[in-house]
């Protein structure tokens, strides 16, 4: 069995179409969670964090069956935006 890991990435105001940047790629399931909620916080919320499950060498490169499990989703879509502007 190939091992499991997370990807943390942070798109400012929770939008796939703003600025955005990795924050890390993770073994355990509970690190991942904790630097998502750390980078949230450390940025004053005007990044949101998404959690990925991947496995290793498994990618969606010609197989969109193959997409990770959203572990912890982005909030919907502006809400954000809409409270810290």
Known sequence: ??????????YR????????YSVGVYGKKH???KAAETETDYRGGKYECEVLE????????GNHD??????KSLPPMNTLKMHNV
């Open 31 to 33: 690190a991942a969670l």
């Open 66 to 71: 193959n997409a990770p499990k959203v572990i």
């Open 1 to 10: 069995m190939k091992p499991t890991i997370y990807t943390v990435h942070a």
């Open 54 to 61: 991947w496995t290793l060498d498994n990618g969606m490169a």
């Open 13 to 20: 105001w929770g939008d796939r179409e703003c600025h955005s």
